[in-house]
């Protein structure tokens, strides 16, 4: 058996080194980089690589006719008798002449418009043709950097993983991925099985150059690109925001007609693309593409310029524009570090008429064969489609070298040696001991990072020491420490210890226990930060956080059930006390007074409750529905979708302290989902609701809260708390709803006034609301994000009017956006 297996491996290397290769260039003999080639009347091919090299694996010996296709050059035909092989075809390719004069379209309308509008009504019947097929993807992404920084915000940049050199430039990441992918239109699916996976200097390594994050597909109408859509020139807004002007037309080597329509953006800093698109008259099929887009298009500042090209091939026998290649082209410019790069993408190998069984598409979308980052050099020589250019052949050997080097005892024990040493200001800003071969560290936290004030404490600081051991790379770790926290006002020590298990990135199963004693918010969820409160007290004397004393003992499990389906579930034995104010130092306004420590009544010095235990178990569910799940060979990762809401729900009850009326049921539920409207922006929703039962004489501290916000700055997360709700004023331990709903409009009012446009700002309003036992509270809010200079566009301005009882106030927000807030 073996023998025949070693045959069989010898017969398929001897076809997939069967091939034709050879160089592209132009008139005057210059490379010509990702020219699609392929055999007529199929759909097998290949492209040529940054140099103009190609290699286009066939078969068998025979007649052949090679296509060489390339945007802006004539097609070449040439029909070679291939006797031995490989066989060597050379090419030179000339530009096309573009015959804009001979073109005539029967028409009063701007020309480039009525073949727009023919390409967005054949759409369907283009993307019918290809609606459900399996091809074969190969992609390769390199990434360069010019002048790296060798240090950043106080950080060690080092030589990035081997590739720099003394001038601190290089390539900083290679990698090719090879797999197989499967789509279908309606219902909407798509798969990829990888088949092979290498980065430059990881022997192991997972590229993330795979088919579904480059899947820009210019027939929907919208095309997401780094986290964000952009309006593809044939949807259906695309006379909302695009002019187009025919700017030439020629003929393929199959005498259809193509022309070529600038893409000119109506507003330069909308969700737009620049540059050229190619439309097949008749067919009104894309035929290329040569966009291009900007950082502020895009809404990442650092991104200075992206292209995207496609070319696209007709198979006659399914009759389908096919796309062949794909490019995309950037460069990168943030705190210091230019970088550019390349990710190019092939397919090859069409089947437009799969056999598609139930089975063929289920909730893992991608996966990986269980041997596809093991793959040798051998291997890769005969399975890669685009030959390598002389730089990233030498990268590979470089990079796999000092890779080998650098994972070796030796090598790490050095590095150790040089991070290990303890400075002046260790005992201050903490110090880690590391055994990175033995993958285990001890990291002492220094008194400097925890430190602030508190008027129950005083100022207070924590120190620690904990050991973490990596028993592999795959999620298998444990962590086991201890730390300790003093206040000057008050002189007491408060001491924990924990224990931290993790045993794989799969279902992700996750254990923690706690123990210990700790100055704890009414809030668990801490709607004023440490560093908040500290400022505020110090320099304006307001006291916003209040605090109560909590000795614990409490165990936390959590994992995966399935993907899309997460349980967490604690259970928490606790004596807890009331705290009061122990100082009112503060670095002004000395002669004013702080706040009492009672979140009932700023004024009452009295004990907020009296002195109890309990004890709490909570069990929660998290359901992603319509969720897909991606499987790389050391872990798996959840997609949510945005057509459906996530759902939690969750019961908590409160038990054994001796006195029933202190003892509760709970049951709680959450509801959130970011909804994308196209042309109009984005929606985004947060709902919860809750119940409690059996609440006689129930602790403020087990009350609901909802996260409040008096200091003037905007919540951190605006999708979960509330502008200007007074803490803790809101409070209860009845039945509840909350809601927060947030419409971003991405530009779409303001992109249309003259002038303002240019600011690229974008118009957010939304709404929250609270309705309890107590009168409904709401809020209104107007707002513009995207604010700032250049790339950096991180601020948010808000006005903010709230309703409760009949009155009114109002307040502007000035706060910092991050992710869809």
Not at 22 to 34: C, S
Not at 49 to 54: I, K, L, V
Not at 366 to 392: G, I, Q
Not at 581 to 596: A, C, K, L, P, V
Request: proline letters at 3%.
């Amino acid at each position: 058996m073996q023998k025949i297996t070693f045959l069989i491996l010898i017969l398929s290397c001897t076809v997939i080194n069967a091939q034709i290769k050879g160089k592209v260039t132009d008139k005057n003999n210059n490379p010509l980089p990702y020219v699609s080639i392929f055999i007529q009347n199929t759909l097998v091919g290949t492209t040529t690589n940054d140099n103009g090299f190609y290699e286009l694996p066939i078969a068998k010996k025979g007649e052949y006719t090679v296509n060489f296709q390339f945007l802006g050059y004539k097609t070449i035909k040439k029909k070679i008798s291939v006797s031995q092989l490989p066989f060597t075809l050379n090419v030179k390719m000339s530009e096309k002449q573009e015959l804009l004069n001979e073109v005539s379209i029967q028409t009063k309308e701007n020309p480039a418009n009525a073949i727009i509008r023919k390409a967005i009504a054949n759409k369907n019947k283009n993307t019918q043709k290809s609606g459900t097929y399996t091809a074969d993807f190969y992609s390769r992404g390199l990434i360069k950097i010019k002048n790296a920084p060798k240090k950043r915000l106080g950080f060690e940049i080092g030589d990035l993983g081997g590739g720099l050199d003394s001038t601190r430039s290089g390539i900083i990441y290679l990698s090719e991925t090879v797999s197989k992918i499967t789509a279908q239109k309606k219902p909407k699916n798509f798969k990829e099985f990888i088949v092979a996976s290498k980065v430059s200097g990881d022997n192991n390594g997972v590229s993330f150059n795979q088919a579904a994050e480059v899947n820009f597909n210019l027939y929907n109408n919208l095309v997401p690109l780094a986290n964000n859509d952009l309006f593809s020139p044939i949807s259906g807004y695309a006379f909302s925001y695009y002019r187009f002007k025919l700017v030439g037309s020629f003929y393929d080597e199959s005498n259809r007609l193509v022309n070529k329509i600038q893409l000119l953006p109506k507003r330069e800093n909308d969700r737009v693309f620049g540059g050229y698109i190619y439309i097949v008259e008749d067919d009104w099929a894309i035929y290329g593409a040569e966009l291009t887009a900007t950082g502020a298009q895009i809404n990442n500042p650092a991104i200075d310029i992206l292209h995207i090209n496609q070319n696209y091939t007709y198979d006659a026998q399914s009759k389908v524009w096919a796309l062949m290649l794909q490019t995309i082209d950037f460069k990168i410019g943030i705190l210091g570090f230019n970088m550019n790069g390349r990710f190019s993408a092939s397919y090859s190998n069409y089947n437009f008429s799969p056999t598609i069984t139930e089975n063929t598409f289920t909730k893992e979308i991608l996966s990986f064969d269980e041997n596809a980052t093991d793959k040798d050099s051998s291997y890769w020589r005969e399975l890669r489609k685009v030959p390598l250019t002389s730089e990233e052949q030498n990268d590979y050997v470089k990079k796999d070298s000092i890779s080998s080097y650098r994972n070796s005892k030796k090598y790490l024990d050095s590095v150790d040696t040089k991070r290990n040493k303890f400075k002046i200001l260790s005992p201050i800003l903490g110090y880690t001991f590391r055994n990175s071969h033995e993958k285990w560290n001890v990291s002492y936290t220094g008194i400097l990072g925890d430190l602030n004030f508190n008027t129950v404490q005083g100022f207070n600081t924590s120190a620690g020491l904990n050991y973490t051991k990596r028993l592999n790379d795959k999620g298998n770790a444990y962590t086991i420490g201890a730390s300790a926290n003093y206040g000057l006002a008050d002189k007491r020590l408060r001491p924990s210890v924990f224990f931290n298990k993790s045993w794989n990135n799969f279902s992700k199963p996750y254990l923690s226990f706690e123990a210990g004693v700790s100055v704890q918010q009414f809030d668990d969820r801490n709607p004023i930060s440490t560093l908040y409160n500290s400022l505020y007290s110090l320099f304006a004397k307001e006291n916003y956080a209040k605090f109560y004393e909590k000795s614990f003992a409490k165990i936390s499990y959590s994992r995966e059930l399935k993907p899309g389906i997460r349980v967490y579930s604690n259970f928490e034995y606790a004596r807890r006390n009331s705290l009061f104010n122990n100082t009112d130092y503060s670095f002004f306004n000395r002669d004013g007074e702080y706040q009492t420590n009672n979140p009932f009544d700023n004024n009452d010095s009295s004990a907020s409750f009296n002195k109890h235990y309990v004890f709490t178990g909570q069990i929660a569910a998290q359901i992603n529905f319509g969720s897909k799940y991606i499987t790389y060979p050391d872990s798996r990762f959840t997609v949510t979708s945005r057509k459906f809401p996530t759902l939690t729900l969750g019961y908590r009850k409160t038990f054994g302290s001796g006195m029933p009326s202190l003892h509760s049921d709970f049951i709680f539920s959450r509801l959130q989902q970011q909804v994308s409207f196209g042309n109009f922006g984005q929606l985004n929703y947060n709902a919860r609701a809750g119940m409690f039962f059996n609440t006689d004489n129930l602790p403020f501290i087990d009350y609901y809260h909802p996260l409040a916000n008096e200091i003037g700055l905007a919540n951190f997360d605006r999708l979960s708390g509330f502008n200007i709700m007074p803490y803790y004023k809101f409070s209860t331990n009845d039945q509840y709803a909350e809601a927060h709903i947030q419409h971003n409009f991405k530009g779409f009012l303001l992109s249309k006034i003259p002038l303002v446009n240019k600011l690229n700002f974008h118009t957010v309003v939304g709404f929250k609301g609270f309705y309890s036992n107590k009168k409904p509270y709401s809020e209104y809010t107007l707002g513009l994000t995207n604010i700032g200079w250049g790339k950096w566009r991180f601020l948010r301005f808000d006005y903010v009017k709230s309703f409760h009882n009949n009155n009114t106030h109002d307040q502007f927000l000035l706060g910092i956006t991050i992710f869809n807030n």
